[in-house]
């Protein structure tokens, strides 16, 4: 008896969940076109098999394209196959393109397909288009389940727009919608942790969720666990590491991962190293009778790397780095592990070592050569004051290489005053990323540096014009008795505000007298007498910070610090004699990586390179 097309279809799903494309296509081989014509589930199916079996999108396409010539009305799941299709090979725009034809073709998108092609807008940054979705969503009073919700946040928070997916949020939760369940927290909090400036947001979500009575997840944690790292809040964050023991949330690779780089990225190196021994005892332990158990993959190892480097332990970063790769170990790196063992030579000066990785790391590991790695090249290069060379690599390089390592060489610029080789630069930027406001305000600076400030008011009217005056202001964090404490510039927000001021200005006072010479130069303001630079200066956040911490603590405490933007030379020089003055050891982390001052010799483990 031969087969109908509904057994059809179910075997070539189950040669879509088994990958098995060759048995796959041998069954399309023997179909007739009137066979996929005449039963859309059969048409879907063979895309699928194609798009998700490793056939490839042109397979796909050309399946689909067979049913639109039999003129033969094609429904919402060949649709949903096409446009999951193209989304999956981020093809974002053509995927857009194609549900644009669906609509005119008089289908009806579902809340899946709908979810769908929100993620597309947000991998484009489609803010209008996703405005639009949301549009077509409430007139055709489509219900918003949580897969449309979580959708919804999701494309707004991509797009920048953490407001609109803030409202989403907030509809469903005054509403007691029965939909806002776990992955529409996790999303929603999840946009607060990648959102600069909503850390204490994310956190705070995540307590108000426990309080409505919804248990968290592993993706919650993984959502969550960052949030404490952006802003050293390492009580919370062991509190995390402790709730997740206790409701018995099995460790694995990824929550691994997520807890050392969250101890790392608050200042808890050791606890970082302890818990990734932990982890691989309990591997060794386990194997070889339950390998299935094993918790250390290459996330956790490629996590403890990145910490190591980001302390400028860079030696150790490579030590670990080459035991992985042993016979002994075992385990083949991926792209983000060689970023992280690159960011380690970074930060360490190593430019031959960065160098030889990226030139063997086809060889060794059969990984080419990508965007990121080409750019952690250029930030060695730039923060080893190697300009020249870096230019010339990016010019060398210029079909593997996008805006982010023209913005690294901006930024090397800034740092080495380099004014006629950030111009070429930024102009360079101009082309590649037009909108982008970050290269813009380097720039700015760069000429506000060098004294060159009409041309620093025509980079930032240029902005104001193209409606590009986007700035991100600079935050200073610091955990005392276990709660956040956050500072801005010139901050009097804080309830301890004048006594911190009054303490700080002391404290300038002895450092001048110890021979601490404010750079002024750092103030980038051209109305300003050296006196008003600095008190400006002085009032910077990590300052704040630092003072609070100081008034707050008792003596030999050690005082961390996290801050969202890179330091500026003069908090970095006065940081070394705020250190030796009072005897205490201060760890600063910007957004590069952390600097520790030792109380004793007055200096800084980044040894001024940074």
Same mark, same amino acid.
């Given at each position: 008896?031969?087969?109908?097309?509904?057994?059809?279809?179910?075997?070539?799903?189950?040669?879509?969940?088994?990958?098995?494309?060759?048995?796959?296509?041998?069954?399309?081989?023997?179909?007739?076109?009137?066979?996929?014509?005449?039963?859309?589930?059969?048409?879907?199916?063979?895309?699928?098999?194609?798009?998700?079996?490793?056939?490839?999108?042109?397979?796909?396409?050309?399946?689909?394209?067979?049913?639109?010539? %039999?003129?033969?009305?094609?429904?919402?799941?060949?649709?949903?196959?096409?446009?999951?299709?193209?989304?999956?090979?981020?093809?974002?725009?053509?995927?857009?393109?194609?549900?644009?034809?669906?609509? +005119?073709?008089?289908?009806?998108?579902?809340?899946?397909?709908?979810?769908?092609?929100?993620?597309?807008?947000?991998?484009?940054?489609?803010?209008?288009?996703?405005?639009?979705?949301?549009?077509?969503?409430?007139?055709?009073?489509?219900?918003?389940?949580?897969?449309?919700?979580?959708?919804?946040?999701?494309?707004?928070? @991509?797009?920048? +727009?953490?407001?609109?997916?803030?409202?989403?949020?907030?509809?469903?939760?005054?509403?007691?919608?029965?939909?806002?369940?776990?992955?529409?927290?996790?999303?929603?909090?999840?946009?607060?942790?990648?959102?600069?400036?909503?850390?204490?947001?994310?956190?705070?979500? &995540?307590?108000?969720?426990?309080?409505?009575?919804?248990?968290?997840?592993?993706?919650? &944690?993984?959502?969550?666990?960052?949030?404490?790292?952006?802003?050293?809040?390492?009580?919370?964050?062991?509190?995390?590491?402790?709730?997740?023991?206790?409701?018995?949330?099995?460790?694995?690779?990824?929550?691994?991962? %997520?807890?050392?780089?969250?101890?790392?990225?608050?200042?808890?190196?050791?606890?970082?190293?302890?818990?990734?021994?932990?982890?691989?005892?309990?591997?060794?332990?386990?194997?070889?009778?339950?390998?299935?158990?094993?918790?250390?993959?290459?996330?956790?190892?490629?996590? /403890?790397?990145?910490?190591?480097?980001?302390?400028?332990?860079?030696?150790?970063?490579?030590?670990?780095?080459?035991?992985?790769?042993?016979?002994?170990?075992?385990?083949?790196?991926? %792209?983000?592990?060689?970023?992280?063992?690159?960011?380690?030579?970074?930060?360490?000066?190593?430019?031959?070592?960065?160098?030889?990785?990226?030139?063997?790391?086809?060889?060794? &590991?059969?990984?080419?050569?990508?965007?990121?790695?080409?750019?952690?090249?250029?930030?060695?290069?730039?923060? +080893?004051?190697?300009?020249?060379?870096?230019?010339?690599?990016?010019?060398?390089?210029?079909?593997?290489?996008?805006?982010?390592?023209?913005?690294?060489?901006?930024?090397?610029?800034?740092?080495?005053?380099?004014?006629?080789?950030?111009?070429?630069?930024?102009?360079?930027?101009?082309?590649?990323?037009?909108?982008?406001?970050?290269?813009?305000?380097? /720039?700015?600076?760069?000429?506000?540096?060098?004294?060159?400030?009409?041309?620093?008011?025509?980079?930032?009217?240029?902005?104001?014009?193209?409606?590009?005056?986007?700035?991100?202001?600079?935050?200073?964090?610091?955990?005392?008795?276990?709660?956040?404490?956050?500072?801005?510039?010139?901050?009097?927000?804080?309830?301890?505000?004048?006594?911190?001021?009054?303490?700080?200005?002391?404290?300038?006072?002895?450092?001048?007298?110890?021979?601490?010479?404010?750079?002024?130069?750092?103030?980038?303001?051209?109305?300003?007498?050296?006196?008003?630079?600095?008190?400006?200066?002085?009032?910077?956040?990590?300052?704040?910070?630092?003072? &609070?911490?100081?008034?707050?603590?008792?003596?030999?405490?050690?005082?961390?610090?996290?801050?969202?933007?890179?330091?500026?030379?003069?908090?970095?020089?006065?940081?070394?004699?705020?250190? @030796?003055?009072?005897?205490?050891?201060?760890?600063?982390?910007? +957004?590069?990586?952390?600097?520790?001052?030792?109380?004793?010799?007055?200096?800084?483990?980044?040894?001024?390179?940074?």
């Amino acid at each position: 008896m031969a087969p109908d097309h509904i057994t059809i279809s179910a075997v070539l799903n189950a040669c879509v969940e088994i990958g098995d494309l060759a048995r796959g296509k041998q069954i399309h081989a023997q179909l007739t076109p009137n066979d996929i014509h005449s039963n859309e589930f059969l048409g879907t199916a063979l895309i699928n098999l194609y798009s998700k079996s490793g056939g490839g999108l042109d397979q796909a396409v050309a399946v689909f394209d067979d049913l639109r010539r %039999a003129s033969i009305g094609i429904g919402i799941s060949v649709w949903g196959a096409i446009i999951k299709a193209h989304t999956k090979e981020s093809q974002s725009e053509k995927a857009l393109s194609l549900f644009d034809d669906m609509l +005119a073709a008089g289908v009806k998108p579902d809340q899946m397909l709908l979810s769908t092609v929100l993620s597309a807008c947000g991998d484009i940054g489609d803010f209008a288009r996703a405005q639009q979705l949301h549009s077509l969503i409430n007139e055709n009073r489509v219900p918003i389940n949580s897969f449309l919700a979580t959708g919804l946040i999701a494309a707004y928070s @991509k797009c920048g +727009a953490l407001d609109h997916a803030m409202g989403v949020f907030n509809d469903m939760y005054s509403s007691g919608s029965p939909e806002l369940g776990i992955s529409v927290w996790n999303a929603i909090i999840g946009a607060h942790t990648k959102y600069p400036g909503g850390s204490e947001t994310a956190l705070s979500l &995540f307590d108000n969720m426990l309080t409505s009575g919804v248990p968290p997840n592993r993706v919650t &944690f993984l959502a969550v666990l960052p949030a404490c790292g952006n802003i050293s809040a390492r009580t919370c964050g062991k509190e995390l590491h402790a709730l997740l023991d206790r409701i018995g949330i099995r460790l694995d690779d990824f929550l691994a991962a %997520a807890l050392i780089d969250m101890y790392g990225r608050t200042g808890g190196l050791d606890d970082a190293i302890t818990l990734f021994h932990n982890i691989r005892q309990h591997d060794l332990n386990n194997t070889p009778n339950n390998p299935h158990n094993n918790v250390c993959g290459i996330s956790s190892w490629t996590a /403890m790397i990145g910490v190591y480097g980001d302390h400028r332990h860079t030696k150790e970063a490579l030590a670990l780095f080459e035991e992985m790769v042993s016979p002994s170990v075992g385990l083949k790196p991926d %792209a983000v592990t060689l970023c992280a063992v690159l960011n380690a030579c970074s930060h360490g000066g190593i430019v031959d070592t960065a160098f030889d990785i990226v030139d063997t790391m086809e060889s060794r &590991f059969g990984i080419q050569p990508g965007v990121l790695h080409h750019s952690c090249i250029i930030d060695a290069l730039g923060r +080893a004051g190697l300009l020249a060379e870096a230019e010339a690599y990016l010019l060398g390089n210029q079909s593997e290489i996008n805006h982010f390592a023209w913005t690294a060489l901006l930024g090397a610029c800034r740092i080495h005053g380099d004014v006629q080789r950030a111009e070429r630069v930024e102009k360079e930027l101009r082309r590649l990323a037009p909108t982008n406001a970050e290269p813009r305000v380097l /720039m700015s600076n760069i000429y506000a540096g060098a004294g060159l400030w009409a041309d620093k008011d025509r980079v930032r009217q240029q902005m104001k014009e193209e409606g590009l005056e986007k700035r991100i202001p600079g935050m200073s964090y610091i955990e005392v008795d276990g709660k956040v404490n956050e500072f801005m510039v010139a901050d009097k927000r804080h309830p301890q505000s004048d006594r911190i001021h009054a303490y700080l200005a002391e404290l300038w006072a002895k450092m001048k007298e110890a021979g601490f010479v404010p750079k002024t130069s750092a103030v980038l303001h051209n109305n300003m007498t050296e006196e008003e630079k600095e008190c400006h200066l002085c009032h910077h956040s990590e300052k704040l910070a630092l003072a &609070f911490g100081l008034l707050n603590t008792p003596e030999g405490t050690l005082l961390i610090i996290s801050k969202n933007l890179r330091v500026c030379p003069d908090c970095h020089e006065a940081t070394k004699f705020i250190a @030796k003055l009072t005897g205490r050891r201060i760890s600063v982390r910007d +957004a590069s990586s952390w600097h520790h001052y030792d109380p004793t010799t007055g200096t800084c483990s980044c040894k001024d390179y940074w």
